[in-house]
């Protein structure tokens, strides 16, 4: 699943020490995985080929530059949330008729901007925002193409807060709603409805909510082709989960096995939007431990990497392995060292943690460890709480190495600040 793996002693990526770049750029750092990243992007590719599907990477996933300049070299689209990562996409000439535009909260200005870059279609969330796009498409006198995004009310079973497929979710229209907007669709000028999209949630690891999703847009495409209504394009969304922890995924070829047969009968174009199923597991965070606590209840081994690098664990309550850069048993330390052990990080918050409760060998201030699993909706969502300044970034392919972004400065922090006096 990935390539980061031990070499004797050492972790390596690829065929780089880990150890070597914590040294040279410093920690908390993120580390990616050329071969990873593109392996995972050209296997879903061909378990998908009898179907040619246009497979349009998301970008909220990860969404460094030479990261997604990896993925267009090798035919990826781009799957975009907001006006920053058109600009992102724009940035690295990323082909504009291979850009999908989701978010339910698309503004006046990132419609106009989006229609004037000529993206291939926006995923429409509600009736307000088509509405506004044919308003922004007629100024402009340009013709906007759509996928009216359908919540098909399935339980994707995934972590509720990335569960985006029910009917209490704020995640596109119900089905009686969509229809009656295919049935008025003369009344949205400028609008080139080209078909349906839906996205039921984040790390699915299992094929049947998808199976039951896609069940239920069957029969709707049915009856909106029996009233008349032409279609030409399928988005599925993403959502395929990763193994972080005990899961067991569907392989890019089992869950293609699965729903291909079904996307041939439903016979349009299809759409893919993954992202954590390809940059997951490329990319890891490095951290160093500053002090191993033992209290009356626990061990605490704080590093310098907290929730601000990696929000996840906080967040979801998502579980992220732990490998120390160099196997604790090469260093003396003996097996009942071993100790139920907190992986925490520098914050204020008692929820910045990175691990709870894993049974661990012992570390020592100065030891590096790995948190993996972390390409995906790592680095993206970090932030400068508690005025932290975000990590580095660095691509190894094979024996090379690129920081492809480097640490932020502390004047970083504040360049956009002014300290005026009132």
């Given amino acids: 699943m990935h390539d980061f793996n031990y070499n004797g002693k050492e972790l390596y990526c690829e065929k780089v020490p880990v150890g070597k770049l914590a ?3 410093g920690t908390p750092l993120y580390v990616y995985s050329h071969k990873t990243l593109v392996g995972h992007f050209l296997k879903l590719k061909k378990a998908f080929s009898d179907i040619r599907p246009l497979i349009c990477f998301s970008v909220k996933s990860n969404s460094n ?84 995004r359908i919540n098909p009310n399935i339980d994707p079973h995934t972590h509720r807060y990335i569960t985006t497929g029910t009917v209490d979710s704020k995640f596109g229209v119900d089905l009686d ?14 609008i080139k409805f080209a078909g349906l999209h839906v996205h039921i949630g984040s790390q699915i690891t299992q094929v049947a909510p998808f199976l039951a999703a896609l069940k239920r847009i069957s029969l709707f495409i049915d009856g909106l082709r029996k009233m008349g209504v032409p279609l030409e394009w399928l988005n599925i969304g993403g959502g395929l989960g990763i193994i972080y922890n005990q899961e067991r995924p569907q392989t890019a070829e089992g869950f293609a096995a699965k729903v291909v047969p079904i996307l041939k ?3 349009l174009k299809v759409i893919l939007e993954p992202g954590r199923f390809i940059v997951g597991n490329a990319g890891i965070l490095v951290a160093s431990v500053i002090y191993v606590k033992d209290t009356l209840a626990k061990r605490f081994v704080v590093v310098d990497a907290g929730m601000n690098d990696l929000i996840r664990p906080a967040l979801y309550d998502a579980y992220h392995e732990i490998l120390p850069l ?55 969502m970090s932030s400068n709480y508690n ?22 400065s502390f004047d970083d922090l504040v360049r956009l600040e002014k300290a005026i006096r009132l």
């Fill in 326 to 380: 160099v196997k604790t048993e090469d260093k003396g330390r003996k097996s009942e060292d071993r100790k139920k052990t907190d992986i925490v990080g520098p914050i204020c918050e008692s929820g910045d943690f990175l691990a709870k409760g894993r049974d661990l060998p012992l570390f020592g201030p100065g030891d590096l460890l790995a948190v993996m699993g972390a390409g995906a909706y790592g680095f993206s």
């Fill in 265 to 267: 009968k439903i016979g």
């Fill in 65 to 148: 530059l030479s990261i997604l300049k990896a993925l267009l070299e090798r035919g990826a689209g781009l799957d975009i949330v907001s006006g920053g990562e058109l600009y992102r996409a724009k940035k690295i000439g990323a082909d504009a008729g291979k850009i999908v535009y989701a978010s339910v909260g698309k503004t006046k200005e990132e419609i106009r901007d989006a229609i004037r870059a000529g993206i291939f279609l926006f995923n429409v969330e509600s009736l307000q925002e088509l509405a506004l796009i044919s308003e922004v498409a007629t100024v402009l006198k340009k013709e906007a193409r759509v996928c009216i």
């Fill in 387 to 408: 005025s932290r300044r975000r990590a580095a970034e660095v691509l190894v392919k094979g024996d090379k190495f690129y920081l492809i972004r480097g640490r932020e």
């Fill in 23 to 25: 040294a040279k750029f």
């Fill in 177 to 190: 709603t969509a229809r009656i907007i295919f049935l008025n669709r003369e009344n949205f000028k400028n």
